[in-house]
């Protein structure tokens, strides 16, 4: 890679969506997008102009949220910012990872008590069809899902970590730890790198992750804008 090329992680999405999850892609001239029962994440080309904003518009629909992770320029005229938080991005350095002897593949038939785990702890967007970005391993106690993660975006050569989420009954159990390094042992086993991303302010999860070998590659931010309901008349 040459001094100043971009790097796949800065654009994960679309590094995703025009490589190992290109079979999820909708497409719009240059804008590509995940089914919307599958993840909220959409992909803009590194520098878009007019025609891609037109085009995320009118795949998105008037009026409708986008996120807009990964996009540090100005927004056109009428777009409005409905959400933003400070966010990092990490990437592994040295993790010592495993697999688990109490961990279980979770499935399609899991996702109802998948939703429920998501509901009560919050860690992230998860949707009815998220289960087929990657893996997802969870936890069961007494016959329970108590503790998850799994894969999201899968840029070439990478693999993001994501779900990660426990119980509250049964935090402080060091859970999370082991199933974020059983993740990432399955990643690493297909010769991909781990890595994941969190908010800024999430400074206990982040030191938990430096603890375990992951460390800062960048910061992010997780925004979302509204698509105006009108767009400015195309000048011919």
């Known amino acids: 890679m040459t001094a100043g090329a971009p790097h796949v992680l800065d654009n994960p999405a679309l590094a995703s969506l025009t490589g190992p999850h290109a079979h999820f892609a909708e497409k719009r001239g240059r804008v590509l997008r995940y089914p919307v029962d599958v993840s909220p994440w959409l992909a803009l080309p590194d520098a878009p102009d007019a025609g891609d904003w037109a085009d ?27 959400f933003h938080v400070e966010g990092v991005q990490l990437v592994d350095d040295g993790l010592t990872t495993a697999p688990d002897p109490e961990v279980v ?8 008590e998948i939703l429920d785990l998501i509901e009560r702890t919050r860690p992230g967007p998860f949707l009815p ?5 990657g893996t997802y391993l969870g936890i069961r106690r007494d016959g329970a899902l108590v503790a998850m993660a799994g894969e999201r975006l899968h840029p070439p050569g ?7 989420c426990t119980d509250a009954a049964v935090r402080g159990q060091g859970l999370a730890t082991r199933l974020v390094l059983a993740v990432a042992h ?7 790198t781990p ?3 969190t908010g800024a302010k999430n400074t206990g999860a982040i030191r938990l992750y ?14 979302a804008a509204r698509v105006p309901e009108r767009l400015p008349e195309a000048v011919s």
Do not use: C, K, N
């Open 129 to 133: 069809r998220t289960i087929e970005m």
């Open 186 to 192: 399955g990643i690493r086993e297909r010769g991909e």
């Open 105 to 112: 593949r979770l499935g399609p038939a899991d996702v109802p």
């Open 210 to 223: 430096e603890s375990l070998g992951f460390r800062l590659r960048r910061t992010t931010a997780f925004l």
């Open 195 to 197: 890595f994941l991303h």
């Open 158 to 164: 990478w693999t993001e970590i994501s779900a990660v």
């Open 56 to 82: 995320l518009a009118a795949l998105a629909g008037p009026g409708a949220e986008v996120p807009l992770t990964a996009y540090a320029g100005q927004l056109p005229e009428g777009w409005e910012i409905t």
